[in-house]
């Protein structure tokens, strides 16, 4: 009894150690004059200073005081490092193998130069905030994640924070929201597995198939780019013509094909070993939209966004308000919203002129070459046979209480060699016996975020923006990741802009297209990036005249107009959900709220379930037992709710009809996901009875139909639900199967005791919604599994007629130390689709205040 006792008091002690004072007058070193400190309800700082000098560093300050071992974290795996920080782990290890391989935190020490005199100043006023909150406090003060930590290996203290460590956690953020490299990755293993290029059509279906309306039409863009966009391609070469032009090869075609497959099934697996900080897979996307004043009740503009990322505990958004005292052009800030504890600055929020969201824009900017290697050589044109020596350097991860290890990095012209990076087994090798002046295949990525930007200069610059000319000079520094922007002014505006830096590529007429979407042979200099599209050529639109813009990842161009951006997409059904939402209530004369944009942004209707359903209903199932489940559809109203029988049952015959079509045909590591490109591959595969992907390939002799792998699903759905939930249906329900189960990066999973789990996982939570769902609460059914893995990491709805009467919730809370109450206070309201108060105003702000603070020099 007191070993359970002394273990109690040592574990609340332990873990209330490192929570924070937020009252009274604390010390800063480096403040040239007192900074206001103002909490709500939920804990969110606003913060009121004299210069933007002063604002940075308490924001640096205070995001040290709540989120440090999460910013510590992070900058340990930007620069490859994560191995030093919790030790002998194979998987941080691999991480760190691929972090060093691409030079994230080498190209955020370049980038360091690029970025204005001013951005400068304001990161290395962030760092003297950090630095001075680590000042004199021990390591476990920082973060219980120390202390666990330190059980098992030698826990250092934490070096001060450096400008750069801000800088590298871009690149991250830029990875994760990258593009279509899975697309491209894809298109190479389906082709190496089926061997036809009409077959690996059928799986990427162009965007104008899925029937859904782009971002923008011609009519509303301000800058009118309707000419003809994209890449000349011989429609009419043969697979072999692409086999050769893939490999290099005419003779030994099925050796230099799988050595190919896995070369580039080697990169995949090195790419995938990089943690996911931000997000990825086809709910990792983002809803955001504009209405303009003409339809909402204030007469103002609205604006909604919900980043769609990874959600883990800590939530990867920070709130905070930061405002200068008197807002001048010495000091011009005066801006709330979302940050990333790391990095100083707003994100994505509004002023007291401007709102702006943010979406992933899905342009194409990466790019991987099939390289030939020789020794420390590749070739650089094959016609020339002109072979150019390999940049190779040393690198050597540090892992604590583990031997160091060292590897060895090459790159071509193009990128980072990134298939060789892990220990995979043969991934490269000689396609045929015929000797080595051929060399031996690798891949190499090409990406925008590899080369130094001023994105960080664009995250001050949208931070002070005004009007639609501000944000266009902001996004042409928004270089990394391509995002969407939509924005609405106080003054009556509402608009769409991209940014990014999108690359140039040659239209090359012959088997290999050039637009992106496959593999390029990196000895043809005919596909070599050709430079950026000119900032000016980037889409955007200005007061359009349907009265709104929506941006939730689906193109953002019709098909053909330049410039070209990409040609993978989400295919469209959340946005063309929300686009159906607002045209009834505009068409019904009904002005918008805030409830109204938020009742949307929770809206769970599934448009797979629209188009499938029909299908499934049209299958007789004589067994009654088995038409049990098939009946729950029938007067189904297709919305994903929680407690809905009918969705647990239609989810599961969703995920075994594509393990029953397309499992057979492909590698592992395409299993579908059941994203909005396999909604399109499918619905078209619905008017083919003997479309080949609907044969099982395991069964000898025997070649199935559309109606048999529907039966069997359906069949399947039944009896797995019967044993995962109840032998009644109508006991099933969603939210059981669709469970979010957050987890903190480091001591939230598996391997790590159960006691420290739970005190570092919130509760598990029901969800509703889906992939593909306007409540995108992702889940992947190529695992098998019907838990969230992605979802709205934050919701907000501004007000432009009332900036205090906007709303904003995150998944889990402000604070990012477990014991404290604010760790995952945020997480019910947020589960359940509610929203919070938003205080700007000084007055709105004083009145909410729970908490009161001054920092002073």
């Not at 666990?148 to 830029?174: F, H, I």
Request: proline content about 6%; aromatic content about 8%; some cysteine.
């Amino acid at each position: 009894m007191l070993a359970l006792v002394a273990g109690t008091v040592f574990t609340v002690v332990t873990l209330r150690r490192p929570l924070p004072d937020h009252k009274g007058s604390q010390q800063v070193p480096g403040l040239t004059s007192a900074v206001d400190v103002r909490r709500d309800a939920q804990d969110v700082p606003q913060v009121y200073a004299d210069t933007p000098e002063d604002l940075f560093r308490a924001q640096g300050y205070l995001q040290a005081q709540d989120r440090f071992f999460e910013m510590d974290y992070r900058r340990h795996v930007t620069a490859g490092r994560l191995a030093e920080l919790v030790g002998d782990v194979p998987a941080a290890i691999e991480a760190d193998k691929v972090t060093r391989t691409f030079g994230w935190r080498r190209v955020a020490e370049q980038e360091w130069h690029e970025i204005s005199d001013e951005s400068q100043e304001y990161l290395q006023a962030y760092a003297q905030g950090v630095n001075a909150y680590l000042e004199d406090r021990d390591t476990e003060e920082l973060g219980v994640e120390y202390t666990v930590l330190g059980a098992t290996v030698d826990v250092k203290e934490p070096e001060p924070w450096d400008p750069v460590d801000s800088l590298a956690w871009l690149k991250a953020m830029a990875w994760d929201l990258r593009g279509n490299y899975d697309s491209e990755l894809d298109r190479a293993l389906a082709y190496s597995t089926l061997g036809e290029t009409d077959l690996v059509d059928e799986l990427f279906p162009d965007y104008d198939a899925s029937g859904n309306h782009p971002v923008l039409r011609n009519r509303d863009l301000a800058n009118d780019r309707s000419k003809s966009s994209g890449s000349e391609q011989d429609d009419s070469a043969s697979d072999a013509d692409l086999t050769s032009a893939l490999t290099g090869r005419t003779t030994g075609a099925g050796a230099a094909t799988d050595a190919l497959g896995a070369a580039v099934d080697s990169a995949r697996s090195a790419l995938d070993a990089v943690p996911v900080l931000v997000g990825r897979g086809d709910a990792a996307g983002s809803n955001s939209w504009v209405v303009s004043g003409e339809h909402t009740a204030s007469g103002k503009p609205m604006l909604a966004n919900d980043p769609h990322l990874a959600l883990s505990a800590p939530g990867i958004w920070s709130q905070v308000g930061l405002h200068c005292n008197q807002v001048s052009a010495e000091c011009p800030f005066d801006v709330a919203g979302f940050s990333f504890a790391g990095f100083p600055g707003v994100i994505i929020g509004h002023n007291g002129d401007l709102a702006w969201g943010l979406t992933n824009m899905g342009a194409d900017v990466t790019d991987f070459f099939i390289e030939r290697v020789r020794g420390d050589t590749w070739l650089k044109d094959a016609d020339a046979e002109e072979w150019e020596p390999l940049d190779v350097r040393k690198e050597t991860i540090r892992v604590s209480g583990g031997k160091p290890v060292d590897i060895t990095v090459r790159s071509t012209e193009h990128g980072p060699i990134v298939s060789d990076v892990l220990d995979v087994g043969d991934v490269v090798g000689a396609p045929t016996q015929a000797g080595t002046e051929f060399g031996e295949y690798a891949v190499a990525l090409q990406w925008t975020a590899l080369q130094p930007g001023r994105t960080a200069d664009a995250v001050f610059a949208f931070d002070t923006a005004k009007d639609a000319k501000d944000i266009r000079a902001a996004a042409a520094l928004f270089e990394v990741p391509a995002q969407s922007i939509v924005f609405a002014t106080t003054d009556g505006h509402i608009g769409y802009q991209a940014p990014g830096r999108i690359p140039v590529r040659a239209k090359v007429k012959g088997p290999v297209p050039s637009d992106g979407t496959w593999p390029r042979p990196g000895w043809d200099p005919r596909y070599d990036w050709q430079g950026w599209v000119d900032p000016d050529d980037m889409p955007r639109t200005l007061d359009p005249q349907e009265g709104f813009v929506v941006a939730a990842n689906q193109a953002v161009l019709r098909s053909g107009t330049a410039p070209y951006l990409a040609d993978d997409w989400d295919y469209g059904y959340r946005s063309e959900r929300i686009r159906t939402l607002l045209t009834e209530q505009i068409a019904a004369g009904r002005p918008f709220t805030a409830e109204d944009m938020n009742r949307i942004q929770n809206d769970d209707w599934s448009a797979f379930a629209e188009a499938l359903v029909p299908a499934l209903l049209d299958i007789d199932l004589d067994d009654s037992y088995v038409a049990a489940g098939q009946e729950l559809l029938a007067d189904w109203d297709y919305r994903m709710d929680a407690d809905s029988p009918a969705a647990a049952y239609f989810a599961a015959v969703w995920r075994n009809l594509l393990q029953e079509a397309f499992w057979d045909d492909l590698p592992t590591s395409m299993r579908p996901d059941g994203g909005s490109q396999w909604l399109v591959v499918v619905k078209s595969m619905l008017d083919r009875s003997d479309d080949t992907f609907w044969d099982d390939r395991t069964t000898a002799n025997v070649v199935e139909s559309r109606d048999e792998i529907l039966t069997r699903a359906l069949i399947s759905a039944r009896r797995d639900l019967t044993v995962e939930l109840s032998k009644e249906p109508s006991d099933w329900d969603w939210g059981t199967l669709h469970t979010l189960r957050l987890e903190h990066p480091v001591l939230g999973g598996a391997g790590v005791p159960s006691l420290v789990r739970d005190l570092v996982n919130p509760d598990p939570v029901k969800m509703p919604g889906g992939s593909s769902i306007v409540n995108a609460t992702g889940w992947d059914a190529g695992t098998g599994s019907f838990a969230v893995t992605t979802g709205p990491s934050m919701r907000m709805v501004v007000d432009m007629a009332d900036l205090d009467a906007s709303t904003w919730v995150t998944v889990t809370g402000t604070s990012g130390h477990p014991a404290s109450s604010h760790y995952d206070d945020q997480l019910d309201a947020w589960a359940a689709g509610k929203t919070f108060d938003w205080p700007f105003s000084r007055e709105a702000v004083e009145e909410s205040a729970k908490t009161r603070a001054t920092l002073v020099p």
